[in-house]
């Protein structure tokens, strides 16, 4: 399986396991891009949290995927947009696997990428708008909500948001799921500023389009080869790529980098 290769404990039989006693919670973690943040996570020694909404036989797959490897892994069900819900999944999290140390909110609302049958901004609902805010603002600011006391408490925390380099290049213009992907980018950079003196970082890690997730599985093999082609890497990007920034803002390497705005989309979109 080709997300062996974050299990550098098991090819090399050994690992600095950079994410060790740390918990990791991954809002939308059943699939895709959350799926592959969960099992990287795993790999250098988190006990992850697989948050999923519907999805509990992809969540629970995740989950027993990390632990047939040797690792700690709890499926989690919650509606991020329900903050009841979230608190009520936080302190099962933590009852189960101790205080969230690092929350990665990941968690998307229903979303496809499909440029021929997208909204334009003349058919364009408000209510398909304000479903993406919800998802993906909402959703976060929850989250933080319910894991920031702690990590204030503890002074440390790492908290990454998954945002997309369609804010810098919209060559597609999802007007939805890009303005909610900004605010979120501003969210991040207002919390880097409060939070930093409690030893908490913030950052985001702004994804290209994902080959392939169930987002971008309406996304036509020609604008693949597009952005391939495009590309100074010439590889459409992977949840693995991605999943590997993310450790980067999780672990200790990152510890006095807070407010950032990651692009990974092999050299796509340069800032």
Not at 50 to 79: F, H, K, T
Not at 99 to 110: E, I, W
Not at 125 to 132: D, F, H, L, S, V
Request: charged share 20%; hydrophobic share 40%; aromatic share 8%.
């Amino acid at each position: 399986m080709e997300w062996l290769f974050w299990f550098p404990v098991l090819r090399k039989g050994k690992s600095a396991m950079q994410l060790s006693g740390k918990t990791v919670l991954v809002t939308g973690g059943s699939r895709g891009l959350g799926a592959a943040i969960c099992r990287a996570a795993a790999a250098q020694g988190a006990a992850v949290a697989v948050n999923y909404r519907e999805s509990r036989d992809d969540a629970e797959g995740v989950a027993e995927e990390i632990r047939s490897m040797g690792g700690q892994a709890l499926p989690v069900q919650a509606d991020v947009r329900e903050r009841q819900a979230v608190q009520q999944m936080v302190e099962e999290i933590e009852q189960a696997l101790g205080p969230v140390d690092v929350l990665v909110n990941n968690a998307l609302y229903r979303y496809q990428f499909d440029p021929e049958h997208r909204a334009t901004v003349d058919t364009l609902t408000w209510e398909e708008m304000q479903n993406q805010l919800d998802g993906t603002l909402k959703g976060a600011y929850h989250c933080v909500q319910a894991v920031v006391p702690k990590m204030k408490a503890r002074r440390s925390g790492r908290i990454i948001q998954i945002g997309t380099n369609l804010f810098d290049h919209p060559v597609v213009p999802y007007h939805d799921y890009t303005a909610a992907k900004a605010a979120l980018t501003g969210l991040t950079r207002t919390l880097a500023s409060e939070l930093g003196p409690y030893g908490i970082t913030v950052n985001t890690v702004a994804g290209g389009l994902l080959d392939k997730t169930r987002a971008s599985e309406k996304t036509s093999d020609e604008v693949f080869e597009i952005i391939r082609s495009s590309t100074p890497l010439r590889r459409v990007t992977r949840p693995e790529d991605v999943a590997g920034a993310v450790l980067f803002f999780a672990s200790d390497f990152s510890q006095q980098v807070t407010g950032q705005y990651l692009i990974v989309d092999g050299g796509l979109v340069m800032n």
